[in-house]
T-cell receptor
Framework: GAVVSQHPSWVICKSGTSVKIECRSL??????MFWYRQFPKQSLMLMATSNEGSKATYEQGVEKDKFLINHASLTLSTLTVTSAHPEDSSFYICSVPNGGGSTEAFFGQGTRLTVV | RKEVEQDPGPFNVPEGATVAFNCTYSNSASQSFFWYRQDCRKEPKLLMS???SGNEDGRFTAQLNRASQYISLLIRDSKLSDSATYLC????????????????FGQGTELSVKP
């Protein structure tokens, strides 16, 4: 079964509105979760590191005021795309490290965001 | 220069063919290496980790050359179900996400296996 649950799997929204994406770790607690974005025919790009109990760490070039991250509990991180624009349309995906020194990371199912 | 570069692809091969994917990385401090598989618009799934000694899992063989900063994946006797995008992934940490390490993805190489 799934280890990481991401919701919704797809969303269409109007330009200017905000969209919240949830990422849940189902099997274990995660103090750290990661958010990626993938444009068509491109690789996954890390946007930010979500830290439980503290502020998220954003990669260079990612606007923290536009992509709000909240790691409310050890099993839930949310990404809110605020004032979405068509150029924000992309595939957003979260991941959770297995922890315990494992080399594996588990990914959510991804969210396809289309801003019209 | 991209941190992780892969063959641009796509690769179109008949069933039963042997396919080789190549990948180079620029950060010599990279410690762990992986091949992930991504089906169309789905999440990446770990195919195999790559070790310095090389490793094999059934029809899949991965090789790592640290001196050349080069990683490869070989698929033998390809199946229709192997059709997907193959992602070369590098981490600067020995243990994934530990000590601030993060996954760096290549752009992926698309494979299409035809009957």
């Amino acid at each position: 079964g799934a280890v990481v649950s991401q919701h919704p799997s797809w969303v269409i929204c109007k330009s200017g509105t905000s969209v919240k994406i949830e990422c849940r770790s189902l099997d274990f607690q995660a103090t750290t979760m990661f958010w990626y974005r993938q444009f068509p025919k491109q690789s996954l790009m890390l946007m930010a590191t979500s830290n439980e109990g503290s502020k998220a760490t954003y990669e260079q070039g990612v606007e923290k005021d536009k992509f709000l991250i909240n790691h409310a509990s050890l099993t839930l991180s949310t990404l809110t795309v605020t004032s979405a624009h068509p150029e924000d349309s992309s595939f957003y995906i979260c991941s959770v490290p297995n922890g315990g020194g494992s080399t594996e990371a588990f990914f959510g199912q991804g969210t396809r965001l289309t801003v019209v | 220069r991209k941190e992780v570069e892969q063959d641009p692809g796509p690769f179109n091969v008949p069933e039963g063919a042997t396919v080789a994917f190549n990948c180079t990385y620029s950060n010599s401090a990279s410690q762990s290496f992986f091949w992930y598989r991504q089906d169309c618009r789905k999440e990446p799934k770990l195919l195999m980790s790559v070790y310095s000694s090389g490793n094999e899992d059934g029809r899949f063989t991965a090789q790592l050359n640290r001196a050349s900063q080069y990683i490869s994946l070989l698929i033998r006797d390809s199946k229709l179900s192997d059709s997907a995008t193959y992602l070369c992934v590098v981490n600067t940490a020995i243990m994934i996400y530990n000590q601030g390490g993060k996954l760096i993805f290549g752009q992926g190489t698309e494979l299409s296996v035809k009957p």
